[in-house]
C-alpha cells in the first residue's frame, strides 16, 4: 500500500476550500457548547476502532489548523497504511476549545475517504495477480471528487476521467448523435486531439468498429462472461494485438471480481468505490492515549 510520500493530494487550495465549506456548515455562528469550557491548552488522541486504510490526514489537519494554527498534530500512519482496530492514529495539542469544535468535521473527512481507501483496497487485492487494475468513475460525492480520488490512489486504485473536461468518452447517445462509432471518434479526434479517447460499446459488432477506428480504450459495458472473453479474444488478434485496452464496467461486484479480471481485460471500473461509502469508526478524545498492552 503506497505511504503518504508516494502519494500527492490536491492543492492546499482545493483542501482549504473543502473544509471552509465544511466548517461553516458545522459551525455557523459560533460553538455553542465549546463556549462553556475553558480555553486553556489540553491534548487529544485519535482512535481508528476497526480494520481500515488511512486516507485523509490533509483535511483532518487543515480543518484543525483552520480554529487553531498552532495545534500540534503527530501522526502515527501515514494516508494508505494499513491499520488494526485499536490504533491510536494521532495525538493532537492545542487549545481545548478549537480541539472540541474542529472533532467532527476533521473525522468527517477523514472517515468518508478512509472508508473509500479501505473499499478500494479491497477491490485491489480481489484482483492481484492478475494485471487488471481497478479504477474509480465519476458517482463521487459532490465536491469531494478530489478528495475521493486521492483515497482511491490511496487504497491502491487509478483514476479514471476527472470530469467532462479532462478525457473525451463516447457513450451511446453520442454514437447515435454522430450516426456512427467511426464518425463519433473521427469528429472526437478533429476536435480534441490531445484528450484520451474512450470509447463505450454494447456489442461485439460496435467492439470491432472501436477498435479499427482506433481510440485510446474501449469500455465494454455489461458483457455476459462469455461476450467479454471473445472481446478479449478480438483485441488480442491481428491487427489490433492489444494496443487498445479493454475495460469493464456495469454492475461488478466484489464477488465476482477476480472472475472478470482473469478473463484478461486491462481495467475494472467501479462506481461503488466512492459511491456506496462505508464510514470508518473513529473517534477523537481529549486527554492522553490509553496505555499499549
Known amino acids: 500500500m503506497p505511504g503518504l510520500a508516494s502519494l500527492h493530494p490536491p492543492g492546499p487550495e482545493i483542501i482549504r476550500a473543502d473544509v471552509q465549506s465544511a466548517l461553516a456548515e458545522d ?10 469550557l475553558p480555553d486553556v491548552a489540553d491534548i487529544a488522541y485519535l482512535l481508528c476502532k476497526e480494520d481500515a486504510v488511512v486516507c485523509g490526514q490533509p483535511w483532518f489537519d487543515a480543518c484543525h489548523r483552520a480554529l487553531d494554527p498552532d495545534v500540534d498534530i503527530r501522526w502515527n500512519v501515514s494516508d494508505g497504511d494499513r491499520v488494526a482496530s485499536g ?4 495525538t493532537l495539542a492545542g487549545r481545548s476549545r478549537a480541539l472540541v469544535s474542529a472533532e467532527r468535521t476533521a473525522l468527517n473527512f477523514l472517515q468518508t475517504l478512509s472508508g473509500t481507501a479501505t473499499t478500494t483496497a479491497a477491490h485491489v487485492a480481489a484482483v492481484a495477480g492478475t494485471g487488471t487494475r481497478i479504477l474509480d468513475t465519476r458517482k463521487t460525492i459532490p465536491g469531494l471528487r478530489q478528495a475521493q480520488k486521492y483515497a482511491v490512489r490511496a487504497g491502491g486504485g487509478c483514476n479514471h476521467r476527472m470530469g467532462l473536461f479532462d478525457a473525451v468518452m463516447l457513450k451511446e447517445n453520442h454514437v447515435r448523435a454522430a450516426g456512427s462509432i467511426a464518425a463519433a471518434i473521427a469528429s472526437a479526434r478533429s476536435l480534441h ?18 477498435l479499427h477506428a482506433g481510440c485510446d480504450r474501449v469500455l465494454i459495458d455489461d458483457f455476459d462472461a462469455a461476450m467479454r472473453r471473445e472481446a478479449v479474444r478480438i483485441a488480442s488478434s491481428a491487427p489490433f494485438l492489444r494496443k487498445i485496452p479493454l475495460e469493464v464496467s456495469g454492475s461488478v461486484g466484489l464477488a465476482g471480481l477476480r472472475a472478470i479480471a482473469e478473463d484478461g481485460v486491462d481495467f475494472i471500473s467501479i ?4 459511491k456506496h461509502v462505508h464510514a470508518i469508526d473513529l473517534s477523537m478524545k481529549l486527554g492522553p492515549p490509553p496505555p499499549r498492552d
Open 271 to 274: 462506481g461503488a468505490l466512492t
Open 27 to 36: 459551525l455557523g455562528g459560533g460553538d455553542v457548547t465549546a463556549a462553556l
Open 87 to 90: 490504533t491510536v492514529l494521532a
Open 193 to 210: 486531439p490531445g484528450l484520451p479517447l474512450i470509447v463505450e460499446v454494447e456489442n461485439l459488432g460496435e467492439l470491432a468498429q472501436a
